[in-house]
């Protein structure tokens, strides 16, 4: 993309330029797409152009195939972007990136299909970003009983992934730090596979979910990831972490803002 398309980006194609280079930005892509009006080839109604969506409308939209013959929904991020994308004049209607999820479900769509970014989305993907704003939703366990584990530090250090995770982390001003660990159950597993350390306040389901997300892009070769709740005074996996483990984020305390500003003095 030119210097010039990036001038004219609009906030949803910012994010999903930046979503593409990097996964952190993720989740906030969705968050913004949600929130968005996009613009689909159809009808709602009669003639070219434009076309207001009334409640009640019977909306009919375009399929396009990709190379392989499969049918895919096309919708487009701006008005400028969907015309650049057709060599006819055609109807158009403008709607909520949700409400064209909604009733398109079962169905793929492909963002900006003909563009230097677009994202394709599976059905399953729309499904959990209905449900919850995040694309990929992390199997949840819970160890019934006590379970002895090994636990130790990786000889590859998956770099991509802590980068990753690192810039969401700063994102999210509730969480405190974050670790990196090797864990291998004998019982459940064959070889060991990663697991993330967490130590968050207030709205920790948010975290662990958007980490989940950025960490099963950005594993080693696709490994399984795990993610841990980490609790000062906690036992298991929070004491290793916490007295084993030096964090690979930390919040960097803000205290030398307040004695410059002034604020909390006796």
Known sequence: MDIMDTQQENTLEQSLRLAADEPAHRPEFFKILLDSTVYVLGTAGTGKGHVTLEAGSNISIANW??????????FFSSLKTLQGSIDNEESYVEIPARSLFEITRGAPLFLNPKSPYGKEFLPEEVRHLLSDGIGQKPAQRTVEKDTNVLLGQPSQYPSRMVHSLTQLLAKHRNVKRAFLALMHDPSVDQKPHLIIGIEADADFERVMREAGSVAGDTAPEGEPVDLYRVTEGGEG????????????YERKSAGWLRSVLGFGKA
């Open 65 to 74: 195939h990709k190379a392989d013959g499969t049918a895919v929904i096309p």
């Open 237 to 248: 996996l929070s004491d290793y972490f916490l007295m084993e483990t030096t964090p690979f």
